[in-house]
């Protein structure tokens, strides 16, 4: 997930197996390669958060301002490239403050437009993701000074090339609530015109449909837990990555844009969340870091006596 690693890597695949592979190297220069060059108008989804452009430079690296701007823009017809024509783009950017001020930047803003004019992608669709566990932060304006609200949410953003990518809201259901369970078994419903003038039928709304279409909002806690990735990093005392997602955000969107055997791209992978969702919803995967220790450590996701050997390797 760097930007900026130490020494550049020369890009190389470090890790694969039945349906993916692990490149080292930043993304410009592993989508130049050969091999991967092979895979444009082949990828389906290219699910990634990339660094976000806080205020603090993170380990990981990150760009800020006008560099960020630049930096993502030029990312967006090279993604197009790569996608086939009904694939789509799904960017989590962060949210970013003014530096010392208790105001909120329109960088994110500024970004996914330059990204989104860059690439020529249309926006499919804004989805709210919520941590209720996210510490309180800014903390100087939220729990020292007190004139801010907690900021708990980030934005997830579907682009495609086109109006109607392939999606199906039917493989990400959600379980119907209790009330509405009852009202299925009673098989009554109090039809009609709404006061927002919807007509409800009752005969369609009283399908069961086998479950509620979801909201354009993910609920997920991000808590520290015990995985084999954890697991890895703690044994052979190294810095797990700081920025890792909760896989089940991934394995929604590779669920409800995908479809078995299609490829999946994380050209930021950090820990290689999506990866590992991807190989677990049997679908191919491709996924980038330019980190060595992040990228080595990933590999415990798959094969932990492989990811011991690469870290050696890379040492």
Known sequence: MALHPPTRPKPRKVFSNTRGKLYLGRCEDVLSLKTVKRLKGKVQLIFTSPPFPLNKKKRYGNHQGEAYLKWLSEFGPVFNEMLTD?????????????????????????????????GGFKLCQEITYYNPARLPSPAQWVTIERCRLKDATTKIWWMSKTAKPKADNR?????????????????????????????????????NNKGAIAPNLIIEPNTQWVSDYQNFCKANDIQPHPARMPIKIPEFFIKFLTDPGDLVMDPFAGSNTTGEAANQLKRKWLSIEAIPTYAAASVSRFNAKKAEKLLEQLK
């Open 86 to 118: 009904d694939g789509s783009v799904v960017m989590e950017i962060g949210n970013a403050w003014e530096p010392g001020s208790p105001v909120q930047s329109t960088l994110p803003y500024e970004a996914l437009l330059g990204f989104l004019n860059g």
């Open 171 to 207: 493989n990400v259901l959600k379980p119907y609530s209790k009330e509405m369970l009852q009202l299925l078994k009673r098989k009554t419903y109090n039809a009609g015109t709404r006061p927002s003038e919807h007509i409800i039928n009752e005969t369609s709304f009283l399908k």
